[in-house]
């Protein structure tokens, strides 16, 4: 199960810290990563961590966004920096590649966490 945090209202220009959380006998996550989706578009991917710690951003991101994780306590966070109104969608994190005690899971998906951007 994943949980994720740290969504709100901000105005362009300012950060937010989204932060997510894999729960339940987790033994290993390959990648982890958060997705968007804004109203009446599809879901996209913003960034991904591999398990190495290994980055890729979306175009619309890079420079601005900044995502970690922290395999010990199997998190991930994504640090948006100078927001735009066009960064306004619900986030989505996202873990592949799941072992765990009671089996291997492909992807798990946490809830999504609404960031609005606006003056």
């Known amino acids: 199960q994943l949980q994720a945090s740290g969504g709100g209202l901000v105005q362009p220009g300012e950060s937010l810290r989204l932060s997510c959380g894999a729960s339940?006998?987790?033994?290993?996550?390959?990648?982890m990563g958060w997705f968007r989706q804004a109203p009446g578009k599809q879901r996209e991917l913003v960034a991904s961590?591999?398990?190495?710690?290994?980055?890729a951003y979306a175009d619309s991101v890079n420079g601005r966004f900044t995502i970690s994780r922290d395999n010990a306590k199997n998190t991930v966070a994504l640090q948006m920096n100078s927001l735009k109104a066009e960064d306004t969608a619900v986030y989505y994190c996202?873990?592949?590649?799941?072992?765990?005690?009671?089996?291997?899971?492909?992807?798990?998906w946490g809830q999504g966490t609404l960031v609005t951007v606006s003056s």
């Open positions: 996202n873990a592949k590649g799941v072992t765990t005690s009671f089996g291997w899971y492909r992807e798990v």
């Open positions: 339940g006998s987790i033994l290993r996550i390959d990648a």
């Open positions: 961590i591999g398990s190495d710690r290994r980055t």
